[in-house]
């Protein structure tokens, strides 16, 4: 058991690395070239933010669904800091709910919960009609499982969620977009529930309302 959570929670680590990468990287991408001419001109001196910021912000809603054992629909939102136009950061939380078959027990369970943490967004082409953004999502959640009047058991873990976003400028302050994410997580310590229930692929429709 320890060496399975160890081995996710290593995992969770380099994917916490890889989008660290990203966003700092995004922000250097952003910023229009500049030429260096003499160490003591802070004018032409480029820094990781750039000369000149813009700050926005914006409110999301997104309905996602996964295939697990059985159909699972995911449904939350997001709200939003976005710095240049280009990186968002803030914060997060999605709620779930499926029902899951368990041959060994010989009953249906139905799962339900939800999960939150801190929101990572860079933004490739932000100014262009349609665009790429790469969301993710690095916190924790619980799940609830229960099979009434028999069982019944609350489950805690740590979840980082990569994804993928083709996103559409409908207006200067909506967008609209079609979303794929996959979902790592700790195992799941229930012994009706496969402890990797939580991994997987989603995906869906974002929308987004605010200041850009």
Do not use: C
């Amino acid at each position: 058991m320890k060496k399975s959570n160890d081995s996710t929670l290593s995992k969770v680590g380099g994917l916490t690395a890889t989008v660290l990468f990203v966003f700092f990287s995004s922000f250097l991408l952003a910023q229009p070239p500049q030429v260096w001419s003499s160490p003591n001109n802070d004018q032409n001196q480029r820094t990781l933010l750039g000369t000149d910021l813009s700050f926005g912000y914006f409110w999301g809603l997104d309905v996602n669904m996964a295939i697990q054992d059985d159909i699972m629909f995911i449904v939350g939102g997001k709200v939003a800091w976005v710095i240049n136009n280009s990186v968002a950061i803030g914060g997060g939380g999605y709620g779930f709910f499926s029902e899951y078959t368990n041959n060994g027990f010989g009953q249906d369970f139905y799962f339900y919960g939800g999960y939150g943490g801190i929101y990572i967004e860079p933004i490739l082409g932000p100014n262009f009609p349609v665009h790429l953004s790469f969301p993710t999502l690095l916190g924790g959640g619980s799940l609830e499982l229960e099979n009434e009047p028999f069982f019944y058991d609350v489950e805690l873990f740590i979840v980082a969620e990569p994804g993928m976003s083709l996103e559409f400028n409908v207006s200067r302050g909506i967008r609209f977009g079609f979303n794929i994410k996959h979902r790592f997580t700790s195992r799941i310590d229930a012994d009706a529930l496969d402890e990797k229930l939580l991994h997987g692929w989603s995906g869906g429709l974002t929308m987004k309302f605010g200041s850009f």
